[in-house]
């Protein structure tokens, strides 16, 4: 018996040609796009309610700011119908990705030994969990700091007495709002990829604490990119990606390869 197929770490598979590969490719893709459309139909239909969602942290804001009746305005007559469109994708990638994880996790796992899996598994629990948490952090603690600072430039005067009022388009808001959410979830993933990577041999618990002053400049630069121009809302991303940085390393030295003394 070979070492690296030990017979208590079996391999729960059996031998099937190319063709049939590819239609079992072909079987989980059709799920997960089948998961995905009827979430997209499903999140379309109360689209509305997503919109509202989303939009309630300006509107806390503007009501703050003296606006009685805060609202979003358009511009264009298709904007709104496709701004509902992206809403919808915007759920349906949320509500079907567990579906479509499922999916990814049924083609891959019969070539995997059961060690793999066991390896595996707090990988695919950690990620959404971390997705989730970074997206709330944008939602309920940046939102509400970044829109008070940018609406604070409103003013009854103006330049010459003509008032500076803030009328903010529906499709510009949600594509910054579902932008922001993105990027703080997928920048939370952090510690699952630095990990995996400790895991595998490529990097160790000792490099990450070497380069972990160019570490820290990184995740400033990433937060000045994905950010908003405005200090708050890009040291809420960076801040937190240094956490998360410190906490891989700490997973890092638990998983990597114990090395063996010569």
């Known amino acids: 018996m070979d070492q690296q197929t030990p ?7 059996k031998p099937m040609p190319l063709l049939e590969h590819l239609m079992e490719l ?25 919109y509202y969602f989303l939009a309630e942290p300006l509107a806390h804001v503007l009501k703050g700011q003296g606006m009685q ?7 264009q007559l298709y904007e709104v119908f496709f701004t509902k469109i992206k809403v919808a994708m915007f759920g349906a990638m949320f509500t079907a990705f567990p579906i479509i ?27 959404p969990v971390l997705f989730l948490l970074g997206a709330a952090l944008a939602y309920y603690v940046v939102f509400p700091f970044a829109w008070k600072f940018f609406a604070s430039f409103q003013s009854n005067t103006g330049g010459g007495g003509v008032p500076i ?9 949600l594509d910054l709002v579902m932008k922001l ?18 895991k ?12 972990r002053r160019y570490a820290y400049v990184g995740m400033f630069v990433i937060a000045a990119v994905l950010a908003p121009p405005d200090v708050f809302t890009q040291c809420s991303l960076a801040l937190p990606l240094i956490g998360l940085y410190e906490i891989s390393v700490l997973a890092a030295k638990m998983v990597e390869p114990k090395r063996t003394e010569a």
């Not at 009746?69 to 511009?75: K, R």
Request: charged share 15%; net charge positive.
């Open 200 to 211: 595998v041999g490529i990097v160790s618990s000792a490099t990450l604490k070497r380069f």
């Open 165 to 173: 009022e803030l009328l903010p388009r529906v499709s510009e808001y």
């Open 26 to 50: 072909r079987r989980r893709l059709m799920y997960s796009i089948a998961a995905f459309m009827v979430m997209f139909g499903v999140c379309y239909f109360f689209s509305g309610s997503i």
């Open 181 to 198: 959410i993105f990027a703080f979830g997928l920048t939370f993933q952090l510690p699952v990829l630095l990990t995996l990577l400790a």
């Open 7 to 13: 017979i208590d770490d079996p391999i729960n598979d």
């Open 101 to 127: 994880a499922t999916q990814l996790w049924l083609f891959i796992a019969p070539g995997l030994y059961r060690s793999e899996k066991r390896a595996l598994l707090p990988f695919l629990i950690s990620s």
């Open 69 to 75: 009746t805060p609202h979003l305005i358009y511009t």
